[in-house]
């Protein structure tokens, strides 16, 4: 078993940053990959970034390449989603997840780790 939990979520003004974190617990060890989806009411979950447990590299999904930084500490049980330049859009609720996969997917089925959600909300 593999909890998460994530924190960082809030209400910003657009054009703002927020920094999200999720925290890895349980057999982490069995994590190869990590990722950020968001949804939004009435809307299919959709993956934002992805990247290895073991390494740097990552995935963006297109509508927040450039603007969303997906990173990870050196003890490799947190990762963090640095959201700049955020917009209306963007507005969902966030969740992490995990995965034994060896691919550095996007798609929400080949995730069986999922955090409880962490609110962003991008209104002025």
């Known amino acids: 078993q593999v909890q998460l939990v994530e924190s960082g979520g809030g209400s910003v003004q657009p054009g703002g940053s927020l920094k999200l974190s999720c925290t890895a617990s349980?057999?982490?060890?069995?994590?190869?990959?990590m990722a950020w989806f968001r949804q939004v009411p009435g809307k299919e979950r959709e993956g934002v970034a992805a990247?290895?447990?073991?390494?740097?590299?990552?995935a963006y999904a297109a509508p927040v390449k450039g603007r969303f930084t997906i990173s990870r500490d050196n003890t490799k049980t947190t990762v963090y989603l640095q959201m700049n330049a955020l917009v209306p859009e963007d507005t969902a609720v966030y969740y992490c997840?995990?995965?034994?996969?060896?691919?550095?997917?996007?798609?929400?089925?080949?995730?069986?780790?999922w955090g409880q959600g962490t609110q962003v909300t991008v209104s002025s």
């Open positions: 997840a995990a995965a034994k996969s060896p691919f550095l997917s996007l798609e929400q089925a080949d995730y069986n780790n």
């Open positions: 349980g057999y982490t060890d069995k994590i190869n990959v």
């Open positions: 990247m290895f447990r073991r390494d740097v590299s990552a």
